[in-house]
């Protein structure tokens, strides 16, 4: 059984998107921290470049700005999002934008000299696999950076409601060693990951649940309740909430983990089931002919 529903994912960042900037500060810091990182490129130019869940697209604006020559993508699942992006882009500095799943980029193998995904894949069921997406499309050498949620992620809001209700209502997050992993597992070289933390305040919950429905991050597990949480339910939460009130205000943590890879060269190995895993084109072998 998948971790997400696929279909409240879209409805419910689409639903978001005329609101996600005005509430998304927090991605907004972190979007600016990993654009940061474009550095390690040392000057060079790539000559195409995706942004995989780009929301209201800043990042691909931004990037086209850095580079006006290459061809920016903005891709993502929620084509209201898209829209809202395309009020970023115009004749001067145009970016395509694609719609489409994380998970399944409809590109071709090595057709990309940078991947950047700013809170995105902890969205995604399969990591390892998405990974393995993304080392696919990226070309030898290109960089990918990315970053997403890791496990302190929400902590005192998934106490709260579990104190409440049986049913989860929010998501798992993957520790950095499983970020790690699955870096390593796809192939990628050279990772470096690293992690930051964040405690943003609200004067109740009522104002943190308002917060992450303006940006889309509502409860889209597989197996949540599928009828209203209702008052009690949310009255418990709201009141195993309340002792972690420090000067008035209550706390959420968001714990972020960043990370940075290398496309490796054609041919090298990823990791499945403990092996090492080779793949050669079929071009490069060579083939003995015996006379007839």
Known sequence: MPTFDLRHLKHAFGRAAPSYEAAAAL???????????????????????LDVGAGPGRASAAMKKRWPKAQVVALDLALPMLREAKKKTGWWRPF???????????FAEGSVDVIFSSLCLQWVDDLPAT??????????????????????TLGELRQAFAAADEAPHVSPFAHIQQVGD??????????????DRF?????????????????????????RRRTLTGKARFARAAAAYEPLRRDGALP????????QAWGPAPGAPRREA??????????????RRKPV
């Open 27 to 49: 991605q907004q810091e972190v979007e600016s921290r990993l654009l940061e990182s474009l550095d390690y490129l040392d000057g060079r130019v790539p000559q195409v470049v």
């Open 182 to 195: 699955a870096l390593i597992q796809a192939g990628f070289r050279d990772p470096v990951l690293d992690q």
């Open 274 to 287: 403990g092996a090492d895993i080779a793949a050669v084109p079929l071009s490069a072998i060579p083939i």
């Open 199 to 223: 405690t943003l305040t609200y004067p109740d919950l009522p104002a943190l649940m308002r917060e992450l429905r303006a940006i889309g991050a509502t409860n889209a597990l597989a197996g």
């Open 131 to 152: 990974l393995a997406g993304f080392r696919r499309v990226l070309r030898p050498g290109g960089l990918l950076l990315f970053s997403t949620f890791g496990p302190r």
């Open 252 to 259: 959420s943590t968001w714990e972020v983990i960043y990370a």
């Open 96 to 106: 395509r934008r694609v719609c489409a799943d994380a998970a399944a980029l409809p």
